[in-house]
């Protein structure tokens, strides 16, 4: 231990650091709740930038994020003295924290005196952490990472959410290409679609000048991008990564990052065995890996999973952006602040006649607000109400965003009313055209508040200076330490400020869940995160024998189960056959025949029965293998093939017989939105999927639904029926949420794979020639029009490759349906350059 290593500990220790830092605390929380309160005197700031100092000088985290604490504490009231900003420039120096240094430049009036020393040792930070291509300077935690990244062929790292994670894939991906010269390509991986767009343009904005790499998101690389020079990023979720690395002709990839790595070994995460699943296939692929994660304290547990050394990892502990933890309790009357020295302190305030929205607007105070609810029905009602309370803000950016959900989904969705308002709902399944302008606003400071579901725990880049929760669950589910830091971690824009504020609301809610304090608080007031234990390592509750029960079809270990933990089971389950078939020592397979003393005999009897080959359940590793082979095995499907033509009857007659193929009322009939709620449900997917197969644009597809639902009397309301009228506009907004979500969970997700499934068992079974056609691309790509499905593999989304094909087809040369050349310049000099499309165009392209 250094010496400034010994001091530090002696400082973080000392009851007068202590009293100060508590003091320079409660002070700012009363300026937070704007309540006038005297503050620190002269000695007492000068000592408390003194211990700053002493602190930024220690190798430890905890030092290192108390001294930036107490810059972010001071600042407010400070920023005008010049004995402050030598204090604040040395100690943040010292951090290496470059973005809090512009902050600060920009910030504060007065520069204050360096020393020597320091200028010098800013001096040689900004040159040898210099980020590539760009005139941005790492932090000390970041350049720590990309050196690593650099130096290993398999990495995995893990920080505070504020920590750029993202960014410094980036800064890596750059480097390989532009300085290294590699010559492969690299896959980024995502938790949802949500997220491929973001990242997506992110990279081409990052990217524009390098030569000779295409950024692609989906799993067919175009003709038109397929050059003996041309190299690929590709951006996508573990879906798509399966479909590309089942195609034999696709580029082979050197590189695969895998973001929001937590998502992997999540027990509650029904997507999580088939993120496992995508991964070990690429690394069956000799891919190098790179895993990134939010706040996990043991990150070599991904290597450890892939059978990778687990040396090659780093935690970084020291948050470039402090927060300040509350709790705000409108039921009991009170406001505990959570302080980082280890106390609880009250502060007093006034609760009288004060509704949680009076609190939302007097805290916000003009800043960025994201207020977490859970659910979308909480979500959607609290972005409604809270908007009722407020002004009209008339702005052009808002109007323009209005008139693109009038024309894109409804005039009557309710997402208008809150815009108007400066207000805004987030959720995965908003479209992804409407999902970004918001996301814009937002950003921009155009609008203020973000009411949101548990979105942002995929990854979603939205960071603001204020977090409300007021649920600590996701659904139903409390949240996990590493769930709930990931959503509260978000509180703090580097770069925009030193500080969030994290406020817990316990609110007049029968849905609010902060219902025991004392318990449901120790996330928020203990600030720990256990070490991950991943079931497929460890077997916890009992998972393997589960497993094995979802294998054999025998009972599971406990009868209240959840449909998501059968799901997972189910889902491992079928992975572990896969294993099995293709003789794979994966960890999933060795733990499962190790931890259970009939696992072996499971796997090879059912794998000995199996005839569908491995390769088409491994493409499908969500359908059980016994559907599979009970269709594959079938001797009347040259009669059961799909047309060509899509209409309400054709699909309703194809919906038919998977149903009774794949057991839909056993398989899709639980949960609290399942798929299959009776043999109606089936014509109602007939009437979605014949209009979205058919390039049917979403306004109409909605219009449509909203008929169906006049004529058959009936909608569903969470998990009750209610009785259905088109003059009711909550009526028509369940009707708008319910579309937008079933096309992404339905439609885009479970129909599309088993409709793939089908097709694939019919061409091994029959032959390519006459095995029909292949509706889960259609259901995919939203469209039969292989045009408009070739625009989308080129980046264009459906709603623009329909437009431009429908008013610009000239600019598009296409043989045989396949895309040859776009005429861009052309294009884009006949195009409006005031529509919304063409924006959305040069932004994609």
């Known amino acids: 231990m250094s010496l400034f290593d010994e001091l530090s500990e002696k400082a973080l220790d000392d009851d007068y650091f202590k009293e100060l830092f508590c003091k320079a605390e409660v002070h700012a929380a009363y300026d937070f709740f704007q309540i006038e309160k005297k503050g620190l005197d002269e000695k007492e700031f000068l000592d408390l930038m003194r211990f700053a100092d002493l602190l930024s000088r220690s190798k430890e985290h905890e030092a290192q994020n108390k001294a930036y604490k107490i810059i972010s504490l001071l600042v407010d009231d400070f920023k005008d003295s010049s004995l402050f900003t030598t204090f604040a420039n040395s100690v943040l120096t010292k951090l290496g924290n470059f973005p809090a240094i512009k902050f600060l430049e920009e910030s504060c009036e007065e520069s204050g005196s360096q020393s020597l020393e320091l200028v010098f040792e800013r001096y040689i930070k900004e040159i040898y952490q210099k980020v590539p291509g760009s005139e941005f300077i790492f932090t000390d935690a970041q350049y720590q990472i990309f050196e690593n990244l650099k130096n290993n062929n398999h990495f995995s790292f893990s920080g505070p959410t504020s920590l750029g994670k993202s960014f410094i894939i980036n800064a890596f991906i750059r480097n390989l290409i532009v300085d290294e010269n590699i010559n492969e390509n690299i896959i980024i991986l995502v938790p949802t679609r949500a997220l491929i767009n973001q990242t997506l343009l992110q990279l081409k904005k990052e990217f524009v000048a390098v030569k000779d790499y295409r950024i692609l998101s989906h799993p067919t690389v175009p003709d038109t991008f397929k050059t003996e020079s041309s190299r690929y990023i590709f951006v996508f979720t573990p879906e798509r990564l399966v479909a590309y690395l089942s195609k034999t002709n696709n580029p082979k990839v050197g590189y695969l990052f895998i973001d929001e790595a937590q998502k992997v070994i999540s027990e509650k995460d029904s997507r999580s065995p088939l993120y496992y699943h995508a991964i070990l296939q690429a690394e069956r692929k000799s891919i190098k890996l790179y895993f990134a994660s939010p706040n996990i304290p043991n990150p070599e547990i991904f290597l450890k999973l892939f059978e990778k050394s687990t ?130 606003l937002f950003v921009d400071k155009v609008i203020d508040y973000v009411f949101c579901t548990s979105t942002l725990l995929e990854g979603v880049n939205l960071p603001a200076k204020n977090i409300f929760i007021l649920n600590n669950a996701i659904g139903l589910t409390r949240f996990s330490d590493i769930d709930f830091w990931n959503l509260a971690g978000r509180a703090g824009r580097l770069a925009k400020e030193l500080s969030g504020n994290i406020i817990c609301a316990r609110i007049e809610d029968k849905n609010n869940r902060w219902k025991n304090p004392e318990k449901d608080l120790l996330v928020l007031k203990n600030k720990d995160i256990a070490p991950i234990k991943p079931l497929i390592t460890n077997g916890q509750k009992k998972f393997f024998q589960n497993v094995e029960a979802a294998l054999t079809e025998n009972e599971f270990t406990r009868k209240n189960v959840s449909s998501n933990e059968i799901n997972v089971w189910n889902h491992y389950a079928n992975i572990a056959l896969i294993h099995e078939i293709r003789s794979d020592d994966s960890a999933l397979r060795s733990n499962f025949i190790n931890k259970s003393e009939t696992a072996k005999k499971s796997l090879h009897d059912i794998s000995a029965a199996n005839d569908v080959p491995e390769k088409i359940l491994s493409s499908y590793s969500v359908i059980r293998a016994k559907y599979q082979n009970r269709i594959y095995n079938r001797n009347d499907l040259l009669g059961k093939v799909l047309p060509s033509n899509i209409s309400y009857e054709s699909v309703l007659s194809a919906l038919e017989i998977l149903c009774e193929f794949y057991s839909w009322d056993e398989e899709e009939a639980s949960g609290r939105n399942p798929m299959y709620r009776s043999r109606d449900s089936l014509k109602y997917y007939a009437v979605l999927m014949s209009n979205w197969m058919n390039s049917t644009p979403l306004k109409r597809m909605i219009s449509t639904s909203i008929r169906y639902y006049t004529d058959t009397g009936k909608i569903w309301d969470v998990d009750q029926q209610v009785n259905f009228s088109a003059k009711n506009k909550y009526h028509i907004n369940l009707v708008i949420n319910e579309i937008i979500s079933n096309i992404d969970n339905i439609l885009r997700f479970k129909l599309k794979n088993y409709f793939g499934n089908y097709y694939d068992l019919l061409v091994e079974k029959l032959g390519k020639d006459q095995a029909g056609s292949n509706w889960g691309e259609f259901l995919e790509y939203g469209t039969i029009d292989i045009r408009i499905i070739e625009l989308q593999n080129i980046g264009i989304p459906r709603h623009l490759s329909s437009y431009l094909l429908e008013n610009y087809a000239e600019f598009f040369i296409f043989e045989k349906n396949i895309l040859i050349k776009v005429q861009k310049e052309k294009l884009l000099e006949k195009m409006n350059k005031n529509s919304v499309e063409f924006k959305e165009l040069v932004e994609v392209l």
């Open 311 to 440: 040396d090659e990892a780093i935690n970084i502990e020291s948050s470039p952006v402090a927060q300040n933890r509350y709790f705000l309790d409108l039921l009991d009357k009170r406001c505990t602040l959570f302080s980082d020295v280890g106390n609880e302190q009250n502060i007093s305030l006034d609760f009288t006649d004060k509704s949680f929205f009076d609190w939302l607007k007097q805290l916000s105070d003009n800043q960025s607000s994201i207020i977490y609810c859970n659910t979308k029905t909480d979500t959607v009602g609290n972005a409604l109400s809270f908007s009722e309370t407020l002004p009209e803000k008339n702005d052009a950016r808002i109007d323009e965003v209005i008139s693109v959900i009038k024309d894109h989904l409804h005039e009557k969705y309710f997402l208008i009313d809150c815009l108007k308002k400066g207000v805004a709902f987030h959720f995965g399944n908003l479209p992804q055209r409407i999902r970004e302008k918001i996301e814009a």
